[in-house]
């Protein structure tokens, strides 16, 4: 079974600390990962993309990476703020699973000032 | 990118009603889908939602419960029928553009939808 997993699940550090997020999936046959946010009660913000081909995508404070033959990307957070505070979300389109985002559990991020 | 709003944002809605939750694109999508997100959980695909065919349901969900219309290619309709409390959840309305899969996926805002 193709699965996606998000470890930590929840996570707080205090203001100004880079951190890392770790999403892990089943199998390396992958079209891309997207990396998502979701404060509470509110729908998904897209973050970053990486397609299969790439080993990394950078936005702001943000970095996300990709290798595929381990089953892992990592999202890293610099200098983090209050404001991060949200549930990160991972998740995969599978080769065969047409464009359906299969998605991890979440990483629950509390950064505290 | 693509902006995608969903009505409404949140309903308190009586068991055995219906609820028909819209999502409207601001751009010519090729995909759409509509998730669940039920408390505390991450987000389960109920259905792809096909431009003028029936949509294509995913295991555990069955169009008699969730009715899904797409007329064209920026809107979609998901009703949840005969609710009951375990209908409780964030439905979420996602769309991705393009031919080709290595595409950005954008989500709406959700609806909560709280049944009692």
């Known amino acids: 079974k193709q699965e996606v997993t998000q470890i930590p699940a929840a996570l707080s550090v205090p203001e100004g600390e880079n951190l890392v997020l770790n999403c892990s999936f089943t199998?390396?046959?992958?079209?891309?990962l997207q990396w998502f946010r979701q404060d509470p009660g509110k729908g998904l913000t897209s973050l970053l993309l990486?397609?299969?081909?790439?080993r990394e995508q950078t936005s702001g404070r943000l970095n996300a990476s990709l290798d595929k033959s381990s089953g892992r990307s990592t999202l890293y957070i610099a200098a983090s703020q209050p404001g991060d505070s949200a549930t990160y979300l991972c998740?995969?389109?599978?080769?065969?699973?047409?464009?359906?985002?299969?998605f991890g559990g979440g990483t629950r991020l509390m950064v505290k000032p | 990118s693509a902006v995608i709003s969903q009505k409404p944002s949140r309903d308190i809605c009586q068991r055995g009603t219906s609820l028909t939750i819209q999502c409207q694109v601001d751009?010519?999508?090729?995909?759409m889908f509509w998730y669940r997100q039920q408390p505390g959980q991450s987000l389960t695909l109920i259905a792809t939602?096909?431009?003028?065919?029936?949509?294509?349901?995913e295991s555990g969900f069955v169009i008699d419960k969730f009715p899904i219309s797409r007329p064209n290619l920026t809107f979609s309709t998901l009703t949840v029928s005969n609710m009951s409390p375990e209908d409780s959840s964030i439905y979420l309305c996602?769309?991705?553009?393009?031919?080709?899969?290595?595409?950005?996926?954008?989500f709406g805002q959700g609806t909560r939808l709280t049944v009692v």
């Open positions: 998740a995969v389109i599978w080769v065969q699973a047409g464009n359906m985002l299969t």
């Open positions: 199998d390396s046959a992958i079209y891309n």
């Open positions: 990486i397609q299969s081909s790439q």
């Open positions: 751009s010519q999508v090729t995909m």
């Open positions: 939602a096909n431009q003028g065919s029936e949509a294509t349901y």
């Open positions: 996602s769309g991705a553009g393009g031919a080709f899969k290595n595409t950005e996926a954008f």
